[in-house]
């Protein structure tokens, strides 16, 4: 069953072929600019940046990691919700916990996608929940997103490199643009609430207002929480919307590069954009911090916490033929 749900995931992602140019052009562009910041960059300072994060940096930096994991598990609460399936929510959050490390370290499709399939099926959820669940997780994450940067760009919170060539009312217009994916998911939920569609034998109802708020709101939290992770390292050079606008960057920078953990990209992006306002020491300690508590540590939870779902769906699944077997 995974194998199929891979494959039909794989299927419906495949990009043209322009975008998959653009995503080799933007590697190697990485690439070379990696290359040259390595050259010049102090090893000595990054060292001595790395010890100079003491308790007031690295407890609210860990406190930001933590709130993002429980408020990234919450789309998946809203998705069994969605899909109409009883699994207790500390279930649930487990397993989005786990998925999402994964997601984070190894990819969409393994994880996101591969270990949502394998543990939510050993849950009870038919293949059609599990789909509900999992589309659920992507829109909310990205309508949170356009929120954000919406509000970011919209209000010119972000001032982009000029060697980017946007004019200030071109990033106005796009702030607009993204704004109006929320806001015209939420008025199509509260114009067509409950009404049903099926597309591609997935059986699809339009969800409630409420519903999409809570998306929304809970996705655009978690973005937030993420560029908090970040700005507990930089606050001293760099105020929090700065910091955010940066991050949303790295973000859509990291959907055009498919690169497990957009590793590389999140780096070049911030060197880019901040490189001028944050001595180049700290900042790639505060981004190779971040990476161990955002990344590294939470798959090490993850991966302890995979095993023991997959112990846990073994022994309900035993007791469950036992069962089966007394009744006959």
Not at 3 to 14: F, V, Y
Not at 49 to 59: P, Y
Not at 69 to 79: H, I, K, P, R
Request: hydrophobic share 55%.
């Amino acid at each position: 069953m995974v194998a199929q749900a891979l494959s039909a995931i794989r299927h419906h992602a495949r990009w043209p072929m322009w975008r998959r140019a653009l995503g080799i052009l933007f590697i190697a562009a990485v690439l070379a600019l990696i290359a040259r910041k390595l050259g010049t960059i102090d090893w000595d300072a990054v060292l001595a940046a790395l010890r100079g994060f003491d308790r007031r940096t690295l407890l609210p930096a860990a406190g930001f990691a933590v709130l993002t994991g429980l408020l990234y598990s919450q789309f998946d609460v809203l998705g069994c919700r969605y899909a109409g399936h009883p699994l207790p929510v500390r279930r649930v959050m487990a397993i989005a916990y786990v998925s999402y490390t994964m997601s984070l370290n190894l990819g969409a499709t393994l994880g996101g996608a591969g270990v949502r399939y394998r543990l939510y099926s050993r849950a009870g959820l038919s293949p059609p929940q599990i789909w509900s669940v999992f589309a659920v997780a992507v829109s909310s994450n990205w309508l949170g997103y356009a929120l954000l940067a919406g509000i970011i760009l919209a209000g010119q919170l972000v001032v982009l490199p000029p060697e980017w060539g946007i004019p200030p009312a071109a990033t106005r217009l796009i702030g607009a643009v993204m704004l109006a994916a929320p806001a015209g998911y939420v008025a199509a939920c509260a114009a067509w609430q409950g009404r049903h569609r099926t597309v591609r034998d997935h059986d699809i109802y339009v969800p409630s207002p409420r519903f999409a708020l809570l998306q929304i709101l809970v996705s655009a939290g978690n973005w937030a929480a993420v560029a908090g992770i970040l700005h507990a390292f930089l606050h001293a050079h760099a105020d929090y919307y700065t910091v955010l606008g940066v991050y949303l960057a790295s973000g859509l920078a990291g959907v055009v590069i498919r690169v497990p953990g957009a590793l590389g990209v999140v780096e070049t992006v911030f060197l880019t954009m901040l490189g001028g306002q944050v001595p180049h020491g700290l900042l790639l300690a505060a981004l190779i911090a971040y990476r161990a508590l955002y990344y590294l540590i939470p798959l090490g939870i993850g991966t302890v916490g995979y095993f023991l779902l997959e112990a846990r769906g073994k022994k309900l699944a035993a007791g469950t033929e036992i069962e089966d077997g007394q009744r006959r």
